[in-house]
């Protein structure tokens, strides 16, 4: 498996950098044909196609709430640590990537502090499901960003040989990561553009931590099994997070996370141990 990824992107080239660039281009000309880059006219115009969206998805409360936990940092690290045996190649894109993101997503929420829609529509007007997040910092959306960065990395990683699988595998993983994303609109923490914005920063951190992996070899120390250790130790740590949040909201999300943890705990203490 590590062998048909490391494969797979090797043959990655810097023009798929162009889609997204032109996209955060189109959606800039967008708002300055709309007058919108003014935080209160980039609310304004969002403001029924939020309602719209929010009202629709936040009628399915508990799986809008399953589902944006994705964009939870130790939600993909649960569910990508079943790769730290099997392929490792997408640890190692995925640390990069990850890293590129935090960057980008702090740097951005504070270059715009843009507030979210609770604290810019009445409460009552729209569905809030979870915490209510009123923060100066919406613009873009860290979860979708974390999807996107991901999705990715995994997406790439598992990509076709055939042009047709290609194209299918390529649309289908952008449509699950959109709906997704949409969550945050669905639990009233994100205007549409934000997640449309941090859907496309994702992409874009995804496609640089791939880039710099194949460059650099900085985590290559990741494939080595004296390292396991630290793992183990992240791993038990994120664990007891887990099992934490748990008890406190019963997600089936959080299930679905540590059985992975587990899992890949007991994987890791079994190939170190035998090493």
Not at 72 to 86: A, G, M, N, T
Not at 101 to 122: I, M, Q
Not at 163 to 175: E, G, N, P, T, V
Not at 219 to 246: A, H, Q
Request: glycine fraction near 4%; hydrophobic fraction near 50%; charge should be positive.
């Amino acid at each position: 498996m590590n062998t048909k990824i490391s494969t797979n992107y090797s043959k990655l080239r810097v023009f798929l950098f162009l889609l997204p660039l032109f996209l955060l281009i189109t959606i800039v000309l967008f708002l300055y044909q709309q007058h919108a880059l003014s935080i209160n006219s980039y609310t304004k115009i969002q403001q029924d196609s939020f309602f719209f969206i929010n009202h629709h998805l936040g009628s399915y409360p508990n799986l809008q709430f399953n589902l944006t936990q994705f964009g939870d940092c130790l939600i993909s690290l649960s569910l990508l640590s079943l790769f730290i045996v099997y392929a490792p190649k997408i640890w190692e894109a995925f640390l990069s990537a990850s890293l590129i993101s935090c960057l980008l997503t702090r740097l951005l929420k504070s270059l715009f502090a843009v507030p979210r829609p609770a604290a810019t529509f009445d409460h009552s007007k729209f569905i809030i499901t979870g915490e209510i997040l009123s923060g100066n910092n919406s613009l873009p959306s860290g979860h979708a960003i974390t999807i996107f960065t991901a999705h990715t990395v995994l997406m790439f990683a598992f990509m076709p040989k055939k042009i047709s699988h290609k194209i299918i595998w390529f649309l289908l993983a952008i449509l699950i990561g959109l709906i997704l994303v949409f969550t945050r609109v669905g639990v009233g923490a994100h205007y549409p553009i934000d997640v449309i914005v941090g859907s496309i920063i994702g992409y874009i951190s995804g496609l640089l931590g791939i880039f710099i992996s194949r460059k650099y070899k900085i985590w290559s120390w990741i494939n080595d099994k004296k390292y396991y250790p630290i793992f183990i130790v992240l791993f038990l740590i994120c664990t007891v997070v887990l099992i934490n949040r748990m008890i406190h909201e019963n997600l089936f999300i959080y299930y679905l996370s540590l059985s992975c943890l587990l899992f890949s705990t007991y994987k890791i203490i079994t190939v170190y141990v035998q090493k």
